[in-house]
T-cell receptor, first 115, second 117 residues
Framework: DSGVTQTPKHLITATGQRVTLRCSPR?????VYWYQQSLDQGLQFLIQ???????AKGNILERFSAQQFPDLHSELNLSSLELGDSALYFC??????????????FGSGTQLSVL | AQSVTQPDIHITVSEGASLELRCNYS??????LFWYVQSPGQGLQLLLK??????LVQGIKGFEAEFKRSQSSFNLRKPSVHWSDAAEYFC???????????????FGTGTRLTIIP
């Protein structure tokens, strides 16, 4: 158990809908990263938050947004969903803003299916 | 731009046989390299890492990897696989994300390992 909690584990929805994925980082970790894992794109970095502030963006679509709350949990919002958004969405956390891969702890992911 | 290539999408080996998973990277500076394992329904777990020094690094679960700068490779090996090694394996390189000094992991597309009795 990495200590990173993601909910829900599975989510099934329809095209055009909006969903929210939730991530609780490890206790004491200030930084949260979101990754998308799909069959055709592999693992793609989406966005990073550090202590409530957006720190860096990766390959995140404009239809997607995220935030980190004062209690450090984070939510990833996906709107106007398309079939191609079906993927496994991972959250990872670390203590520091700048991190080397060994300090990153991953949750078990949310499997999103858009029908 | 940095990239990681795992040329083998799927590999099948017999239990007890040796294993080598290939990884090639493209990065301008000296890379920080990692191998992660993803078991079904689980998140990614770090197997091993290379930062500098000895080019042969040991990891958990009996895995090792060798950094070869001349070949831009960081192949993962295990002398004798166990049925529990069946999983997806990802190679990753740690790269600069922004002037804040943040870094991000760039992952390969993964290699699925199947173990047959």
């Amino acid at each position: 158990d990495s200590g990173v909690t993601q909910t829900p584990k599975h989510l099934i929805t329809a095209t055009g809908q909006r969903v929210t994925l939730r991530c609780s980082p490890r206790s004491g970790d200030l930084s949260v990263y979101w990754y998308q894992q799909s069959l055709d794109q592999g693992l793609q970095f989406l966005i990073q938050y550090y202590n409530g502030e957006e720190r860096a963006k990766g390959n995140i679509l404009e239809r997607f947004s995220a935030q980190q709350f004062p209690d450090l949990h984070s939510e990833l919002n996906l709107s106007s969903l398309e079939l191609g958004d079906s993927a496994l969405y991972f959250c990872a956390s670390s203590v520091e803003a700048g991190t080397i891969g060994e300090k990153l702890f991953f949750g078990s992911g949310t499997q999103l299916s858009v029908l | 731009a940095q990239s990681v290539t795992q040329p083998d999408i799927h590999i099948t080996v017999s239990e007890g046989a040796s294993l080598e998973l290939r990884c090639n990277y493209s990065y301008g500076a000296t890379p920080y390299l990692f191998w992660y394992v993803q078991s079904p329904g689980q998140g990614l777990q770090l197997l091993l890492k290379y930062f500098s020094g000895d080019t042969l690094v040991q990891g958990i679960k009996g895995f090792e990897a060798e950094f070869k700068r001349s070949q831009s490779s960081f192949n993962l090996r295990k002398p004798s696989v166990h049925w529990s090694d069946a999983a997806e394996y990802f190679c990753a390189v740690d790269t600069k994300l922004s002037n804040f000094g943040n870094e991000k992991l760039t992952f390969g597309t993964g290699t699925r390992l199947t173990i047959i009795p």
